[in-house]
């Protein structure tokens, strides 16, 4: 059982920066994909970002491209979420998800593993 721990959240003004972590309990971790999704208040939860394994293919959802980056460091079993430029409509509660045996994917039903989630809010 992969148990994924988040940290970095936290209150940014609109334009600022934090960087979203996540780690991995597994070392089976390096060889799958790692996703980012949110959840907005009311919101359904929705795809940001993945990366597969070898970290060669990344995805992102158009409303974070150019802002938002998605990193992983398999031999800290960690994968990253640099979040520069944030808006308002950027907050919400992020999760990390482990896909063991993807390459990476907006679909959330693809990730067996889900953290329990990190809060970000952006004030204007």
């Known amino acids: 059982q992969v148990q994924l721990v988040e940290s970095g959240g936290g209150l940014v003004q609109a334009g600022g920066s934090l960087r979203l972590s996540c780690a991995a309990s597994d070392r089976t971790f390096s060889s799958g994909a790692m996703g980012w999704f949110r959840q907005a208040p009311g919101k359904e939860r929705e795809f940001v970002a993945a990366?597969?394994?070898?970290?060669?293919?990344?995805y992102y959802a158009g409303s974070v491209k150019g802002r938002f980056t998605i990193s992983r460091d398999n031999a800290k079993n960690t994968v990253y979420l640099q979040m520069n430029s944030l808006k308002p409509e950027d907050t919400a509660v992020y999760y990390c998800a482990a896909d063991p045996t993807g390459y990476g994917s907006s679909n959330s039903r693809e990730y067996d593993y889900w953290g329990q989630g990190t809060q970000v809010t952006v004030s204007s």
């Open positions: 990366i597969s394994w070898s970290g060669t293919s990344i």
